[in-house]
C-alpha cells in the first residue's frame, strides 16, 4: 500500500496537464476526493469527484486543488507521515533554494554600477499639518495629489487639504488606534479601521455642516485588528489586512466577503495592490516574517518571502509592479523580484538598528523612502543599495510614509502627533 | 467574517520571546553600550572626575561617546551619532548624571551607564505605588543632588492625594529603603542614586520629553510576561490592584501545523519549483530600464517645470496636469507602453479617437466596458455583464469583438453565473491584440505623433466617462 494518497494524481501548474484520479484509487479503504475551482475556467462547481478529470492549456494559470482524505486513511498512518511530510516539505524547500540560487548571476547592485549616481538631495519639511491629539499611525493621499486622509490612536480620522493646511474633514470613531485609513479612488469617501476590528467606508460630503461620521457605514469585519486597508480601482470594493491573520476582499455597498486570503501565520500587517489597470495581484506582510503575494481571483498564495528576520511592518509595490519593498522590525528594508522569485536587494546600516515601519518608492522607482522607529527617514538608492539621504525633524517614531500621486511630495505620519509633507 | 490564522507554535515557557521586535531592539542597544563600557576592546575610558571638593566617580563624556559611535557604526555624520546616542540615552542605556532630560550632546557634559538591572529588557512596569515610594524617600534625605524637580514635585502632591489612604505604607517603605541606602558606600551611593534616578526619568519622563516605553499596541502580545504579575521596583508585595497590560489577544490558540498544511506547503513548494523565473541579470536590466526611462517625471531626482507645488503657492503644475491639454513630455509616457497610454485619461481619450478613424474602436470600448464592469457594485456585475456581452460578443452584435474560439467558447460558459472575472480571458486576449497590433499603429499616427512633436493641440467634444458609457447607451437606444 502506498504512503501517499496522492500518487498517481499529476499536479502541475503552468503545462498543459490533466489531473486524473482514476489511477489514484488505492485499495478499498481509501477514497480520495478532489474538489476546487479550476483556475482557468473561474467556475465555482467542483472539479470532479471522485473518477474524474479536469484538463486546462492556458500557461499562467494555476491549478488548485484541496484533496480531501477519508477518516479512515487518516487513522491509519498519523505521526508517521506527518514527518516524512515534513521531511519531504524541507526538501522541497531546498531544492528551491538551489534552484533560485542558479539563477542568481549577479547582483542588483552590481549592474547598477554602470548608473549614473543620484545627486545629492535637500529635501526640506514644507508643511506641518498639527491636529491630531495622539500619534498619528497612518495616512493616504488622496489622487488629487493636494488632499490627504491620517488616522490617530486618539480614534481621530481627518481629512486636510495638505496644501493649503486646511481641515475639512473630522471622524471620530469609537475606538482607539485607528491603525488604517484609506482614500478612495473618486476622492468621495474614506476608509478607516482599527482595534474596532472593522474597516468603515465614510462618504465625505461637501456641505460643511453635515455630519459625516454619522454616514459611517461597517463593511469590513476581521475578528482581530485591522491593520491596513486599501480600495481597488474602485470605489466599490475594498481590501483590507488584520491581525487575525487574513486579508480580505469586500463589497463596499452590500458588506459582502467577496473573497479572503488565508496563509499567514500569524498577524498581517501590510497590503499593497499591484499597480497595474488589469493586474489582480497584491502584496502582503506580517508577524510571521513573510512577504506574500496573492492572486485576487482564486484567494491563492502564489507567491512567498520569508527572508527577513521579524515582523513586516510595510510592503509596497515597485511602480512597474514586477518588484516589490519591504519594512521590517529587524531595521533592514528589502526589494524582491517577482519574475526572479527573489530578493535582489538589502537595504541596511551598521547605525540604523531600529526597526522601519513604513516604505514607499518615488515615482521613476529609484528611490525608496523609509520611515524608521528612530524617528527619521532614510532615503536609498533602490539599484545601488545605498543610502542617498537622512531626514530628522520628527520628534517620535515615523508611522507611514507616502510619495504623493504624482511624486511631487512626501508625507510622513508620526507618534509626534504631527505629520509632515516634504520635497526638494 | 473572515477566519483567524493559526499562531507558528505556542509561545515559550518563562523566557522573554528574545525574537520579539522589542527585545531585539534592546539587545543592539545593550551590545552597544557593553561594547563602548568595555576598554580593553577599544572602548571608551570610565573614569572618576575631581570636581570641586568632590569626586564624581564612573563617567564619560559626551564627546567620548560620539566618537566612539561614529568609529565603531561607521558613522560619517556627527548629528547622526548624536541621535543614535539620545536614542539610546532615551531608553535609559545612558544618562546625564545632572539632567532629567535623556539626550546625548557632543561635548564636555559628562555621563554615566545604567545597571542592567535597570534595562528596558527586563520588562519594567513600575506601578505608581513604586514611583510614589520613590519620590517620598527622596525627600528623607537631606542632600542637594536629590532635590525634586518642580514637575516631579507635582507628581508627589498628585500621588499622594490618589493614595491618601496607603500613604502611611508608602512612607513606611520609603523609610526602609533609605535605610538600606544608607548602609552602602558613598561612592557607591552616588553611582546607585543617579542610575534609580535614569530609571524613573525613562517611566515617568520629564513632560515634554518622548515617553520610550510606549509599545505599538500590535506587538504587544509577544511581550514577555504579559499577564504575569508586576515586578516592584521596591519589593513591595502585589496587592491585587495594579491593572494589567494592555495586550490584544490572539483570536486563535496556538497550534502545531497539521498534515493538511504541510501537503498546502508541499503543494505550494511543488509549483514554485515548476515556475519558470528570470536570471537575476536580466531582472536587473529591466528595474534600470524602467528608472531610467522614467527618471525625467520623477521631481525627487529631476527638475520639474513650470513651478513647483510646495515650495510656492502655485498650482499651476496641477492644473496643466488636470487639463486635457497634455504635454509632450506627458505624451511621450504613452509611448512607453499600452498600459501608460491607457493610465492617463487623455491617453485613452486619443487611443479611442485614433482607433475611431479606422472604425475599430469595439477592441478598446470592449477592454474599457469590462474595466469598468470590475468596478461596480457586486449586485450590478451580473447585469452588466450580461450588457456587454449583448454589445460585443453575442450573434449579430453591434460592436462585435474578434475573440478565438476557445476563449469565446470559456467565455460563455462563464456567462452562465456571471461575476466580476468573466470576462478575464477575453479582456487579456482583446488587451494583447491591441498592443501588438493598433497600439503600435496609434503610434506611428499622425493623431499622436502631432501631439508628441506639439505640431498641434488637442481638441476635445466629450469626456471620456460618456465615451464608456456610449456603448450601453446604445444597448438601451
Redesign the interface.
Known sequence: MSQDPLEGCRISAGKKSAVSLGKALHPPNLLVVVEGTCGACVAASPVSAPEGSCSYNVAHHHLCVCVRVCMAWQGLQKGETLASLKQESENLRRKLEEERGKLTDVELHQVAEKVETVAALSIKTRRVLKGHGNKVLSMDWCKDKRRLVSSSQDGKVIVWDAFTLNKEHGITLPCTWVMACAYAPSGCAVACGGLDNKCSVVPLSLDRNENVTAKKKSVAMHTNYVSGCSFTNSDMQLLTSSGDGTCALWDVESGQLLQSFHGHTADVLSLDLAPSETGNTFVSGGCDMKANVWDMRSGQNIQSFDNHQSDINCVKYYPSGDAFASASDDATCRFYDLRADREVAVYQKDSIIFGASSVDFSLSGRLLFAGYNDYTINVWDVLKGTRVSVLFGHENRVSRVRVSPDGTALCSASWDNTLRVSRT | ????????GGPGPAEPEE?S?NM??YR??ED?VTRIQDEKAGGVAIRTVKSFLSKIPSVVSGADIVQW?MKN???EDP???I??GS?IAAHGYIFPINDHVLTLKDDGTLYRFQSPYFWPSNCWEPENTDYAIYLCKRTMQNKARLELADYEAENLARLQRAFARKWEFIFMQAEAQVKIDRKKDKAERKILDSQERAFWDVHRPVPGC?NTT?MD???CR?EKNPHRVKKSVYGVPDDGQSQPSPV?V???PARKP??ED??K????????????????????????T??????E?????SA?DPS????TDD?T??DL?ASREPSQQRVKKWGFSL?EA??DPAGRDQFLKFLESEFSSENLRFWLAV?DM??????EVSSRAQEIWQEFLAEGAPSSINLDSHSYE?TS??LK?P????Y??A??HI?QLMKSDSYARFLRSNIYQDLLLARKKVSYTHTPRSLICTASVKRLG
Not at chain 2, 506547503?265 to 528595474?287: G, P
Request: proline share 4%; aromatic share 10%; charged share 30%.
Open positions: 467574517m473572515a477566519e483567524g490564522s493559526k499562531d507558528r525574537d521586535p531585539i531592539v543592539k542597544m552597544i559611535l557604526l561607521s558613522i548629528a547622526e551619532a541621535h543614535l536614542l518622548v510606549e499596541i500590535r506587538k509577544r490584544h490572539s483570536s486563535q497539521t498534515r504541510v501537503q506547503e508541499i503543494t505550494f513548494l511543488n509549483t514554485q519549483l515548476d515556475r519558470h523565473c528570470m536570471k537575476v541579470s536580466k531582472v536587473a536590466d529591466s528595474l534600470m524602467y528608472t531610467e526611462q522614467f527618471l517625471y520623477d521631481p525627487f531626482v520639474v513647483i507645488p510646495w515650495i498650482t503644475f496641477w496636469e498600459e491607457l493610465k474595466q470590475k468596478r461596480r457594485p457586486h449586485q470559456r460558459q462563464n453565473d461575476g466580476r472575472y468573466s478575464e480571458d479582456q487579456d488587451f
